[in-house]
């Protein structure tokens, strides 16, 4: 069966540099969701979004953005880096808001 | 505050020694609880939804069931490729899933 495909799955960075992270959810999927996962810790909701409209917001910095387009993928856009957003990325896709959310493998960014 | 804690933090089982693993929650409203898997470096494998006090899902050696605090994930005689760390999560009226801190299982030949 399909399954959620991010990418890049490994990005290394410079402080203050930009970091665009792509993820193409399960086809039929048209809400996204995109969690942070420090090392150690659970995954810390970030932002979702329902037929490319932004659904609900969590602990986003405000350095961060991201959309879904036409095609129900989704991007997030880091800027102005810090080493603090060192941590695994995923994004979750799932049929209809508040249904079963199906994780992809992640991108995990390091940050210099 | 919506809060999940889980326990035990780690857990070491020999092959075959049946245990479970236990979440506790606290969420106003609770539209779902979850179990999922994750292997280090990947994302979690969706196991369980549960909705409703009384509800029981199963699938191989795994049974989860959920009351109106918490959730058990029962393991039958477990296997050395069940170790991971095992997440529970909750959905409350909103989007996010509001995740426990996971029981790392490792099981021993």
């Known amino acids: 069966a399909a399954g959620v495909i991010q990418s890049p799955r490994h990005l290394i960075k410079e402080k203050r540099e930009t970091a665009t992270l792509k993820c193409y959810p399960i086809p039929r999927h048209d809400t996204v969701y995109w969690y942070q996962q420090g090392p150690g810790q659970d995954p810390q909701f970030l932002i979702s979004f329902y037929e490319k409209m932004q659904s609900d917001k969590g602990s986003i910095p405000d350095r961060f953005s991201a959309q879904q387009f036409s095609d129900y993928h989704s991007e997030l856009n880091m800027s102005s880096l810090e080493l603090g957003d060192s941590a695994l990325y995923f994004c979750a896709s799932s049929r209809d808001l508040q249904e079963t959310q199906y994780f992809g493998p992640g991108t995990r960014l390091l940050v210099l | 505050e919506d809060q999940v804690t889980q326990s035990p933090e780690a857990l070491r089982l020999q092959e075959g020694e049946s245990s479970s693993l236990n979440c506790s929650y606290t969420?106003?409203?609770?539209?779902?609880l979850f179990w999922y898997r994750q292997d280090p470096g990947k994302g979690p494998e969706f196991l369980f939804t549960l909705y409703s006090a009384g509800e029981e899902k199963e699938k191989e050696r795994l049974k989860a069931t959920l009351t109106k605090k918490e959730s058990f994930l029962h393991i039958t005689a477990p296997k050395p490729e069940d170790s991971a760390t095992y997440l529970c999560?909750?959905?409350?009226?909103?989007?996010?899933?509001?995740f426990g801190t996971g029981t790392r299982l490792q099981v021993f030949p």
């Open positions: 999560a909750v959905q409350d009226n909103t989007d996010k899933l509001i």
């Open positions: 969420v106003s409203g609770l539209r779902g």
